[in-house]
């Protein structure tokens, strides 16, 4: 898939594909995501360093969750974590809350938990393989 392919009408998640956190994350965002609202694509993917370079960001260095919103904008780190939780039913709607605390202080903590995601949650060998009724919210 190339960047101009991709749905216009989703919201895009590129996340750690072998962090089990992430996968975790993700896994409960496809269940609360009841307006179907976003597509995931893994990091270390082929379509996920394609979408990196394409806004600008060093794939080397990322460690972090972005969401695209194709032809829109994109957002990293805390901001997107928290852009996410916008968009899924219920009480997540809630920690819209957390943009009133500055960038730098969400995202310290975000940082913190995002170096030590392996060592507490541990890592796959291998990116998650959806399931065939998953496999339409995944692009490769």
């Known amino acids: 898939m190339n960047i101009e392919d991709l749905p216009k009408d989703k919201k895009i998640i590129l996340f750690d594909g072998v962090c089990n956190l992430c996968d975790s994350s993700v896994q409960y965002v496809i269940k609360h995501d009841k307006k179907d609202i976003f597509r995931f694509v893994a990091l270390q993917s082929e379509l996920g360093q394609k979408i990196l370079n394409h806004i600008g960001i060093n794939p080397i260095n990322t460690d972090s969750i972005v969401l695209y919103e194709p032809g829109i904008s994109y957002?990293?780190?805390?901001?997107?974590?928290?852009?996410?939780?916008?968009?899924?039913?219920?009480?997540?709607t809630l920690a819209s809350i957390f943009t009133l605390l500055p960038s730098?202080?969400?995202?310290?903590?975000?940082?913190?938990?995002?170096?030590?995601?392996?060592?507490?949650?541990?890592?796959?060998e291998v990116c998650m393989i959806p399931t065939p009724e998953l496999k339409a919210k995944f692009l490769e």
């Open 75 to 92: 957002y990293y780190k805390s901001t997107a974590a928290l852009e996410i939780a916008k968009g899924l039913s219920g009480i997540f």
């Open 104 to 124: 730098e202080i969400r995202d310290f903590i975000y940082d913190y938990v995002a170096r030590n995601r392996y060592k507490w949650y541990g890592k796959k």
